[in-house]
């Protein structure tokens, strides 16, 4: 899987929107970009995942730039429960084998500022 | 739909002695998924299952640590003569299968300390 780039860490003020940014530069066609967060002490949590177009859910919204090589993920009114660890996370197509997993890196620790 | 359930979510053992946690997944998911997690990193890849078939260990599965899904649907991971490294967040994640870019859904873990 490509590798993503995120800023380790950001804030944000409750109800504004929050915009966390990702690179993933040497993303392949076949492979889609995944969000995930991750709040103290629990598993992971699927937010989202798109492949080239943007994408909405009730919890975020995800754009991807026209060459794929990076993307934000937008929480639209951040809450204080929204504080947590956000992973970005680019995935490949099953393809025949393979674990087809998820490979984590460090992640943006977000926080929600009252 | 449960989620993913894992159980303990606590384990505190001695160095030596053997532990064995399990994960119930989603009951119409097909592939199931361990992961370790220290404090301060993501979670890391240690196996994954398609049905009760063992399809990928990663180098971090050492020969101490087994896994196993009989019949298809709850796994259990069994450490054996457990290191104080060992000390970690044991995850759990189970996916559908079909496109092959379902979302995996994680357990909220068992949280192992050797001591």
């Known amino acids: 899987d490509a590798k993503t780039t995120q800023p380790p860490s950001m804030d944000c003020a409750e109800g504004r929107a929050a915009n966390l940014p990702c690179n993933h530069s040497t993303i392949s066609g076949n492979e889609y970009v995944y969000w995930y967060r991750q709040i103290h002490s629990q598993g992971p949590q699927y937010i989202i995942h798109?492949?080239?177009n943007n994408e909405t859910n009730e919890m975020a919204s995800l754009i991807i730039t026209e060459d794929r090589k990076s993307s934000t993920l937008i929480l639209p009114h951040a809450t204080l429960r929204d504080t947590a660890v956000y992973y970005c996370?680019?995935?490949?197509?099953?393809?025949?084998?393979?674990?087809?997993?998820?490979?984590f890196g460090k992640g943006t620790h977000l926080i929600i500022q009252p | 739909d449960t989620g993913v359930s894992q159980d303990p979510r606590h384990k505190i053992t001695k160095r030596g002695q053997n532990v064995t946690f399990r994960c119930d997944p989603i009951s119409e998911h097909n592939r199931l998924y361990w992961y370790r997690q220290t404090l301060g990193q993501g979670p890391e890849f240690l196996t994954y299952f398609q049905n009760e078939a063992q399809l990928e260990k990663s180098r971090l599965l050492s020969d101490r640590f087994s896994a196993e899904r009989p019949k298809g649907s709850f796994s259990t991971l069994e450490i054996q003569r457990t290191e104080q490294g060992d000390s970690a967040m044991y995850l759990c994640a189970s996916s559908g299968s079909g496109t092959g870019v379902s979302p995996l859904h994680f357990g909220n873990g068992t949280r192992l300390t050797v001591t």
């Open positions: 996370i680019v995935r490949a197509l099953l393809g025949g084998g393979g674990a087809d997993g998820l490979t």
């Open positions: 798109g492949l080239k």
